[in-house]
């Protein structure tokens, strides 16, 4: 009888063990903790940026940070698409504030958006909640800077322990084409705006991973792949468009194509490098703010080209809409 009640065990344990294999689905890879850094109110790639982070089961947001210029006005677009979005658990970090007189062309969106009143938390020092951050974290945090970055300089003025503890994913510079693909290297905006930060960011001890101009430059959602996200009734996408036709000065006009999303490229990057081809490049910033190949810089994973630019495009589609 003992021998029977064992061999029924047995067979019990290998039926549940093959459902597992057959039917049940692999647990789900752990999200990776990352805090974006983000000139958002600019050019508006921030903002479709921003939308696609948290439409991505993939991360886990810790803190999102205003960085350079006026950046309570930036502040604000990050606080109030984060209730839009249902997600003031996330932390709003203020950076470094330089010229709060400043605004862009989403100020009408935020006009009447009382930054106190968030319901989830406001760090004043963006730039030590940023370090608090990363140096409390219990694994490495991606950090993922999408505009200049005067927040990340002085953060690793203040604690360079943090490049120790974090690897950094950006939008940044311009290697073998330029913009709008074009043959020349550009000095690309998020390095040239603020030269001495770049430096700073790229010769830090951190891992890093960039889509320079040569793959970010080339990324507008057209035709029928900009409609699905005009016309999704999700809250977010919703928020996106409103922004997108302010910053485009639209008024009435129907839009049929987005602008370039640069930043898009950074957020997938912080995830997947499925889509790109990926070159490990000596990178050195120079003081006019080009993003040179040279043997004495420092090694940088650089996503350089396209495998598939139209799935990248449909995979933001599908995000944006609700797909995964």
Not at 13 to 31: C, D, E, F, V, Y
Not at 154 to 174: D, T, W
Request: hydrophobic share 45%; proline share 6%.
């Amino acid at each position: 009888m003992r021998r029977i009640a064992l061999l029924a065990l047995f067979l019990a344990a290998a039926a549940g063990s093959a459902r597992t294999s057959l039917g049940a689905a692999p647990p789900a890879p752990p999200r990776i903790p990352v805090i974006l850094d983000t000139d958002i109110g600019d050019d508006i790639d921030d903002t479709w940026a921003l939308a696609l982070l948290l439409k991505s089961p993939d991360v886990d947001v810790k803190m999102v940070v205003s960085d350079r210029g006026n950046t309570v006005y930036r502040a604000k677009i990050i606080a109030r698409l984060l209730e839009v979005a249902g997600r003031t658990d996330v932390p709003v970090g203020i950076g470094i504030r330089e010229n709060q007189k400043e605004s862009g062309r989403q100020a009408a969106w935020v006009a009447d958006y009382d930054l106190s009143r968030y319901p989830g938390t406001v760090h004043q020092d963006g730039v030590a909640a940023l370090i608090d951050a990363i140096m409390n974290a219990p694994q490495p945090i991606t950090l993922i800077c999408i505009g200049p970055v005067p927040n990340i300089r002085a953060a690793l003025q203040r604690q360079p322990e943090i490049a120790k503890r974090a690897r950094f994913v950006g939008m940044h510079g311009s290697v073998r084409k330029g913009y709008n693909g074009g043959p020349e290297p550009s000095k690309e905006w998020n390095v040239v705006a603020d030269a001495k930060a770049a430096q700073a960011a790229f010769t830090a001890a951190w891992p890093m991973l960039i889509t320079p101009l040569d793959t970010c430059g080339i990324v507008r959602l057209r035709g029928e792949k900009y409609r699905k996200v005009a016309q999704c009734s999700d809250p977010v996408t919703k928020a996106v468009i409103e922004n997108y036709r302010l910053w485009a000065k639209a008024g009435d006009k129907p839009l049929d194509a987005s602008s370039v999303l640069f930043d898009t490229v950074a957020v997938y990057l912080a995830f997947s490098t499925d889509l790109v081809n990926v070159e490990r490049l000596p990178i050195r910033v120079t003081d006019d703010g080009f993003t040179r190949i040279d043997p004495q810089g420092k090694q940088i994973d650089c996503a350089m080209s396209w495998k598939d630019l139209g799935a990248f495009e449909e995979f933001l589609v599908a995000r944006l809409t609700g797909g995964r």
